[in-house]
């Protein structure tokens, strides 16, 4: 890249040189005032005494002197030429006046007789004259022959994918089981080919966006130790018609020659999708490339040793001819990590962060509920952000906490304040979702509530399953509806009015109604699926419902859905009016700390206030001797090595007496 820049800024100085060099020479020739004499002339000047010094050159092929020389009347960028055929008494004539008058006398040799001087003086000005204008020309007509290089591929081979390991791959234990016979073939392929097994030609990686899609791709190139092309759906296709097809031609033409290799295509639903839907228009250049694509990839014998890995999230729009045997024949479902995998995630992006021996991985695990590998790595970025923004040797939970509202709510607007009358009513509306989620059992459970403004939320309670399930029961649907209302169910019972606050409650749950009544068949209208949701070919995020029902079967859903929503309501309400002490104690204290985590909700449960600093400097007392020596390391302990468990607690009580 060095290279680039340099001869790229340079570039303009060498005409700029050129310029400067032909000016400096045109005026040293303008200035110059030469006097062209005859030779009787110039023999008065060297009877007088005036020449001051002489240059003598004989030309041989011209058999002529050319004398130069300037006088002692001259001026400083004048002199006089003399030009007169060869005689030996010319040349002792000048002599003899040299010794009578005594000035200066040189003699050059002819140029010409030099072969290497005539070339210099004839020859190199025309190759360099050449060679500029070659030079100038050579860079317009590249600049006009760009469009020869659209047919040319741009998959790029990544050469740091081989520093990526299965290692480095965390939660995605049965995903890399299925593309370990991936790397077995790329290492030793005469093992597949001796009992007749055919390795897959294409793997399809399906999932959610941040899952570890590509990451999963790297590793088996990095496993297998061969050469990772990486290349996007997007980049075949262009404006000219035909060009996707050669830029796949010629992937395939670079991979064979690399072969055993890996080519990854990232988002291949863009030149995928699937062909003749009559939506959206035509695109021919698409389907042309697409067309190429198939070929190829039903085309390179099983020997070639090039298997190809693509991605998508939208696996519904593909082409079905692209998904059969011979071509894409695995699929494997990249899926958002379960708890287990989630703490494996955050291990592997915190080998580079400083922790303090407080922070467990897997109790942020069960509270990240949904998150990607992308979303977790991206936390625990942000939450050491912060700790650097507060001066910190280490992160701590505080840190990992904010960080966590930061990426679902956004930043807390601390500039917006609320009325003494709004604060109260935010306080009791997310309070009611607290006591809903403390009294149900199969409600969520409320990991932290806050009325500190995000977004444009006045609050909010973050609530996960207690269990993470595949199903869900009536019961746990009909308790979530229940959970989600508690907070319009206490603004009512306590301030005998409703607000906008709970428009997002509502969405969820009616939501989760209706899907209760027209998909899980948990209604009166009995086990039939009224509904069925497709995502839209074309329709990118949203989506499509078929409808298999009349207008009157529609009518009873929507009673359906109202009998769901009223019944939970009313549930709600009981609930709330038997712990109505509760839901005031959980509200007062909101009001004045604006933040409960689940820890101090749990206490204030339990023992009707919030615990003060010295109760909670007791969770020390549960670390283990290895994490208190770690962290009487970081607070630079003198003689911690040689403590003992009780020893280093009462250190730490010092040191926060002392602090």
């Not at 009536?474 to 979530?480: A, F, N, S």
Request: glycine fraction near 6%; proline fraction near 3%; hydrophobic fraction near 40%.
């Amino acid at each position: 890249m060095k290279k680039k820049k340099i001869t790229k800024g340079f570039k303009p100085y060498i005409f700029l040189i050129m310029i400067g060099l032909v000016i400096i020479l045109a005026l040293n020739f303008f200035n110059q005032k030469v006097n062209v004499l005859t030779y009787d002339q110039f023999e008065d000047l060297l009877t007088n005494d005036e020449v001051e010094s002489l240059v003598v050159m004989p030309r041989d092929r011209a058999k002529v002197y050319e004398i130069t020389g300037k006088t002692k009347e001259y001026e400083e960028n004048e002199s006089f030429f003399v030009r007169t055929p060869f005689s030996d008494e010319i040349m002792s004539r000048v002599l003899k006046a040299r010794e009578e008058f005594n000035f200066e006398i040189d003699t050059k040799s002819d140029p010409e007789a030099s072969t290497f001087l005539l070339f210099l003086i004839n020859i190199l000005p025309i190759l360099v004259l050449v060679f500029v204008v070659f030079y100038f020309f050579s860079k317009q007509m590249a600049g006009n022959t760009r469009s020869l290089d659209f047919g040319k591929s741009r998959a790029k081979l990544n050469e740091e994918s081989n520093k990526v390991t299965f290692k480095d791959v965390a939660g995605l234990t049965e995903e890399k089981e299925e593309v370990g016979e991936l790397i077995d073939f790329l290492k030793n392929p005469k093992k597949f080919q001796s009992l007749g097994a055919r390795i897959p030609k294409g793997v399809l990686l399906v999932g959610p966006p941040g899952t570890g899609k590509t990451l999963l791709a790297k590793a088996v190139a990095g496993e297998a130790n061969v050469p990772f092309y990486f290349i996007s759906g997007s980049d075949f296709v262009e404006l000219f018609v035909g060009i996707g097809a050669s830029r796949v031609r010629d992937m395939f033409k670079q991979a064979k020659h690399n072969a055993p290799c890996l080519i990854f295509i990232d988002e291949i639903d863009a030149v995928g999708r699937q062909r003749g839907t009559g939506l959206g228009g035509g695109h021919d250049e698409r389907e042309q490339t697409l067309n190429q694509l198939l070929t190829e990839m039903d085309g390179f014998g099983a020997n070639e040793g090039i298997i190809i890995i693509a991605a998508t999230n939208r696996p519904d729009v593909l082409d079905p001819a692209l998904l059969r045997p011979g071509r894409f024949d695995r699929q494997i479902t990249v899926n958002l990590p379960d708890v287990k995998g989630r703490e494996e995630i955050l291990q592997v992006h915190a080998n580079n962060k400083i922790f303090a021996p407080s922070v467990k991985f897997n109790n942020i695990a069960k509270r990240t509920v949904g998150f990607s590998g992308a979303d977790l790595e991206n936390l625990l970025n942000e939450a050491a952000l912060l700790a650097v923004r507060r001066d910190k040797k280490y992160i701590t939970l505080s840190e990992i906490d904010e960080a966590t509202d930061r990426v679902l709510m956004g930043p807390a607007k601390k500039s917006k304040k609320y009325t003494e009358k709004e604060k109260k009513l935010v306080s009791y509306h997310e309070a009611g979702h607290v006591v809903l989620g403390l009294k149900l059992d199969d409600a969520h459970d409320v990991q932290k509530v806050t009325i500190i403004p995000r977004s444009y939320a006045g609050g909010y309670a973050m609530m996960v399953p207690k269990e993470e399930k595949y199903t869900q029961t009536k019961k746990e649907l009909t308790e979530r509806i229940t959970g989600l209302l508690g907070g319009r169910v206490a603004e009512e019972l306590i301030f005998n009015e409703i607000t906008t606050g709970a428009h997002n409650d509502f969405g969820k749950a009616t939501k989760i109604a209706r899907s209760m009544v027209t998909e899980f068949g948990m209604s009166d209208l009995g086990p039939i699926q009224l509904e069925e949701r497709e995502e839209g070919v074309f329709l990118g995020r949203d989506y499509n419902k078929s409808r298999n029902f009349s207008n009157e079967v529609a009518h009873e859903i929507d009673e359906q859905i109202r009998k769901i929503i009223n019944e939970c309501y009313i549930e709600a309400k009981k609930i709330i009016e038997a712990n109505k002490d509760l839901l005031k104690l959980i509200a007062e204290t909101l009001i004045e700390y604006e933040t409960l985590t689940k820890e101090q909700i749990d206490y204030l449960v339990k023992h009707k206030k919030m615990p003060n600093e010295e109760e909670i400097k007791t969770d020390e007392k549960e670390l283990t001797l290895e994490e208190l020596k770690a962290e009487a390391k970081a607070k630079k302990i003198k003689g911690y090595s040689k403590m003992n468990k009780k020893e280093l607690q009462e250190e730490f009580k010092k040191y926060n007496n002392d602090r």
